[in-house]
């Protein structure tokens, strides 16, 4: 049984995972001792964690997990993975996205994956024959609807929605519709694009944001558990002997 803790850009993701599953998942603004001694009280079989992040260092979480007993793998991008990795400059690689593709390969086997994550920014990152072959990175869909209302005197601040229009009608739904409909025909170019050159790419959709897009989107798998979650689960294990 392990305790994964993923650190985004504005939440943090804990999860209890047992022989691969999910059985356990929050999401909160930290981690607190009590709330770490109320995990092992519930399942005192817990004798390792992974921490993960995007965005602060993962030191003090893992201090924290160490002095509640357990063992801790700080993840880094020195730390092995059961993949290969074709990027460039893997020390500026988000964990996150390597942790997807682990998760990916994980979930999906040996199939070739387009992984689309929806979080506060949006990758888009492919994995082939088993190796993460890169990506790219544009801005999520609240990180838009920040920017337009940010940077403008009078467009409102608005947010994802599970409507579906053409056209908007108000300046609400045209920020909306614009919005959720530019991210919609930015990942089918993307899709149309890499098919090209693969035809047997899946397509999996994974991240906060993923749902709003499953349905605007055909032929995507929705990755039910956490995609990120998965991976670093995995990659616990692959390095349970070495923590």
């Known amino acids: ?70 063992q801790v793998l700080e ?51 492919l994995v082939e024959n088993g190796v993460f072959r890169g990506g790219n990175i544009s801005p999520g869909a609240r990180s838009r609807f920040r920017a337009l209302h940010d940077y403008t005197s009078r467009l409102p601040m608005c947010d994802v929605t599970d409507e579906i229009l053409q056209l908007g009608r108000t300046t609400q739904q045209a920020i909306e519709q614009g919005v959720m409909e530019g991210i919609t025909h930015e990942i089918e170019g993307y899709i149309r694009a890499f098919s090209l050159h693969n035809d047997k790419l899946t397509l999996i959709f994974t991240g906060g944001d993923a749902n709003f897009f499953v349905k605007r989107i055909k032929n995507a798998i929705f990755a039910k558990c956490d995609l990120v979650l998965c991976g670093l689960n995995r990659i616990l294990e692959y390095n349970a002997r070495n923590i």
């Open 1 to 70: 049984m392990n305790l994964i803790v993923d650190i985004g850009n504005s939440l943090l993701k804990i999860a209890i995972v047992e022989h691969d599953e999910v059985i356990e998942q929050r999401t909160c603004g930290h981690l607190s001792d009590d709330m770490v001694r109320d995990i092992l009280s519930r399942y005192p079989s817990l004798q390792q964690s992974i921490v993960a992040s995007t965005s602060v260092v993962t030191s003090q979480v893992a201090d924290l997990l160490r002095e509640c007993g357990l």
């Open 75 to 125: 993840m880094t991008s020195s730390v092995p993975v059961p993949i290969g990795n074709d990027y460039l400059s893997p020390e500026t690689l988000g964990v996150d996205r390597l942790a997807a593709a682990v998760g990916a390969v994980e979930v999906m086997g040996h199939r070739d994956c387009l992984i689309v994550d929806f979080g506060t920014a949006i990758t888009i990152d």
